[in-house]
């Protein structure tokens, strides 16, 4: 484009050269025109000689016209033509006109404009205006498919790499069209990957990938609502895997606002809550309703039992318990729904010692409400409780004073049964039953994951103050299974992975989550992140994949923890591995019994 503007601008200068040329020359003939001395000698002798001094001038010999005759003559004259020019081509027109008077200077500023123009005009090579204008090409040539005889493309077809090349990547490509197809129709499977290389060994023990296993990808806190507030519970949606809601305890700052907050969040859009419910009393417990997604359900510390509506406009509860004899009057930690999607029931506990079952639709008065007695006249405190997958009846009771509890709701057992021990020394060297922990037990969780390779629902897990976690089976009451003791701080929260049978989290005081893996490992966590230094985190829960963790801080931050595929995710054999891990376990138990 530039060299076609300077081509141009080229052309310009060299016709108002040449027209330059012409306006001198006729300038110069018109100048030795009027300076010829031969036509001033001719026009002196017509004049006739010059009169001798004092003679008088000769008459001149002037022909005087006959002014007594006149003819007149009329002609028609042709009205002038009306034409319009352009702007360029009137300028042209008009240069060739000087007015005789300004020549001089009209030359003058002729030659000062075309030097202005010259000055303007950039140089250029004289081999760039010699050479004429290529076409533009194109930067990047398309290049040549080579063309192969039939011959050729029989042998590419009929070589063995090819062959198993393209036999796999059909298949690759048939999978993940079927796939799409699932999608459209809402029939795919969350962790199928129609990609997947079957010819690699996910059995081998040998970890290929580098890097950590666990790694921090969002923080949850909004100022307004979570700054002063530690976190008490969180708990996924199971209609909308993406919402979370957490509770938060009273800010002692602020005295003039409510002091309990429920927050719901979106993990794929963290910046702010999507839902905001308030309470006049710090809520210690939270969960959404399986069945009525737009429910939540909370415990609080005055003792009510309350539940607010998406649905609704107020931010307060629409529902919530009487505070009485018949009800609970103290702190409610735990609460669970349980049943199906045409009958279920709340069921919650507090320290007061009180089991309620409530109606969701009437929360003024519980349905069901039993006395949870572990002794005559002694009520247990309750401070945790986990029923079994999809169990409604039988489940296990964490209490104050450090002891875990079979319990049931209905029947010829209901109530507070047979207490989980464990075997202490006492000061003499004896052993001696003692209670699961040696300080209050802080949470129970039941094994979810359900496996085709063996059956661990029998299992569960149980964190503690006195710095340990412990593995119990529901069906031996006599000691824990196995008593992890790395912690160095309380252990505030404790969960089983839901895909993975071996795997389980746990959250203590000093910031720290690690994971777990039985089948690997016994002693050490698998992996482990420190979220926040010495800051306990109050609540941890794994999301219905498997693959994130969110856990609450007692800063009133949620940390959204990736958990990588090679741990989050079951082998092949992991049943069967941990069957194994079972059965080591009870062997060394055995031995150490007899010892």
Known sequence: RKSKMSSSIRA????????????????????QKGSSSGDVQELIKSLGPLPKPG????????????????????????????????????????????????????????????????????????EEAEVPEEPAQKKTEEPEIPTITEEQAKEIQ????????????????????????????HKFEQHYDPLADYSLDLNNDEDTDKG??????????????????????LDWSTQHPELLCASYNANPDTPNEPDGVVCVWNRRQTSRPENVFLCQSAVLSCSFAP??????????????????????????????????AGCHTHPVFCLNIVGSKTA?????????????????????????????????????????????????????????????????????????????????????????????????????????????????SHLFL??????????????????????????????????????????????DGTGRLDVWNLSNDTEQPADYVVLEEKTPINSVRWTQDGRHIAAGDADGRIHICDVAERLALPRADEATRLTQTLKDIQASTEEIKET
């Open 12 to 31: 310009e200068i060299e016709k108002k050269k040449e027209q330059l040329k012409l306006l001198q020359q006729k300038r110069q003939e018109r100048l």
């Open 55 to 126: 003679q008088s001038a000769r008459p001149l010999n002037i022909r005087r016209a006959d002014l007594s005759k006149s003819v007149l003559r009329s002609e028609s004259i042709p009205p002038a033509k009306s034409t319009t020019y352009e702007k360029c081509v009137q300028a042209d027109l008009m240069q060739d006109y000087v007015p005789l008077e300004s020549k001089a200077d009209a030359n003058e500023n002729k030659n000062r404009e075309e030097e202005q123009e010259e000055e303007d005009v950039p140089e250029l090579p004289e």
């Open 158 to 185: 009929n070589n063995a790499e090819f062959k198993e090349f393209f036999d796999k990547s059909t298949r690759s490509v048939e999978r993940l069209l079927e796939y799409k197809k699932a999608q459209w129709d």
């Open 212 to 233: 950590e296993a666990i790694q921090v990808s969002a923080q949850i806190f909004d100022k307004k609502y979570n700054d002063g507030r530690a976190v008490t519970c």
């Open 291 to 324: 069945f009525s997604p737009h429910i939540l359900v909370g415990g609080t510390y005055s003792g009510q039992v309350v539940l607010w509506d998406d649905r609704e406009v107020k931010r307060t509860p629409v529902q919530r318990s009487a505070i009485n």
């Open 344 to 456: 279920n029931s709340l069921v919650t506990a507090s320290t007061d010692g009180k089991m309620c079952s409530w109606d969701m639709d009437t929360l003024n008065e519980p349905q069901e409400h039993m006395e949870l007695l572990s002794a005559p006249n002694k009520q247990a405190a309750a401070t945790c409780f986990a029923f079994p997958s999809g169990g409604i009846n039988e489940f296990v009771l964490g209490a104050e004073e450090g002891a875990i509890y079979q319990a049931c709701r209905t029947g010829a057992r209901a109530g507070v049964g047979q207490k989980f021990q464990d075997v202490g020394v006492e000061t003499g060297g004896n052993a001696v039953n003692t209670n699961a922990h040696f300080g209050p037990v802080t949470a129970v969780d039941f094994h979810q994951a359900h496996s085709s390779g063996g059956d661990f």
């Open 462 to 507: 149980s964190s503690s103050t006195d710095w340990t976690t412990k593995l119990w089976s529901y069906r031996n009451d006599k000691a824990p299974l196995l008593t992890f003791e790395n912690a160095s701080d309380y252990v505030y929260d404790v969960r089983w992975s839901p895909v993975n049978p071996a795997l389980f989290v746990t959250g």
